[in-house]
T-cell receptor, first 117, second 115 residues
């Protein structure tokens, strides 16, 4: 079964450092997402991306965050200057299309644990 | 933000019996609902979904029921198996345009299937 892959699986970084989390979405998918889950909290939407631009973003996704599709396969989330409260599991996700058409859904990667110290 | 609620943090069920997980929502704009299963340190795995035009969707051992008037959905797993032990998340979205991928998740229900 095709899957979304993420690297690294775990990263420890010092406060104030830049972090890039990488994702390879499912190959025929066109819509890409980042979500995060802070320990003990709900999974939260961060951003959606289509056709090389942000489609939708949440209040969490401030100027410290950016996303990019640098080539035909990778999708990255950059946190410019990490804060302690950025410590979370970050999930990349993708879907083939928008909307609940037959067979369409959102598939998630395994996640990248980010620990900011 | 409590648009999607899973009020039972945990559920214990015997192997072979039915597991029933519940989810309530408050946003009447939601029209597509999904259930995900998650093991520790892994990403959510899609299980089953339902559109608001239906009231039931079935896939193997998994059935999701939607009651729009009550803003309630439930996931039935029959029969429950030890490998079903995981956290189950209910998620919802308003199925239009760019907002479709903006899933709102519940807090999850930890299911433990005992022998």
């Amino acid at each position: 079964e095709p899957e979304v892959t993420q690297t690294p699986s775990h990263q420890v970084t010092q406060m104030g450092q830049e972090v890039i989390l990488r994702c390879v979405p499912i190959s025929n998918h066109l819509y890409f997402y980042w979500y995060r889950q802070i320990l003990g909290q709900k999974v939260e939407f961060l951003v959606s991306f289509y056709n090389n631009e942000i489609s939708e973003k949440s209040e969490i996704f401030d100027d410290q965050f950016s996303v990019e599709r640098p080539d035909g396969s990778n999708f990255t989330l950059k946190i410019r200057s990490t804060k302690l409260e950025d410590s979370a599991m970050y999930f990349c996700a993708s879907s083939e299309a928008l909307g609940s058409i037959s067979g369409n859904t959102i598939y998630f990667g395994e996640g990248s644990w980010l620990t900011v110290v | 933000d409590q648009q999607v609620k899973q009020n039972s943090p945990s559920l214990s069920v015997q192997e072979g019996r039915i597991s029933i997980l519940n989810c309530d929502y408050t946003n009447s704009m939601f029209d597509y609902f999904l259930w995900y299963k998650k093991y520790p340190a892994e990403g959510p795995t899609f299980l089953i979904s339902i559109s608001s035009i239906k009231d039931k969707n079935e896939d193997g051992r998994f059935t999701v029921f939607l009651n729009k008037s009550a803003k309630h959905l439930s996931l039935h797993i029959v029969p429950s198996q030890p490998g079903d032990s995981a956290v189950y998340f209910c998620a919802a979205t308003a199925g239009w345009g760019d907002s479709w991928g903006k899933l709102q998740f519940g807090a999850g229900t930890q299911v433990v299937v005992t022998p």
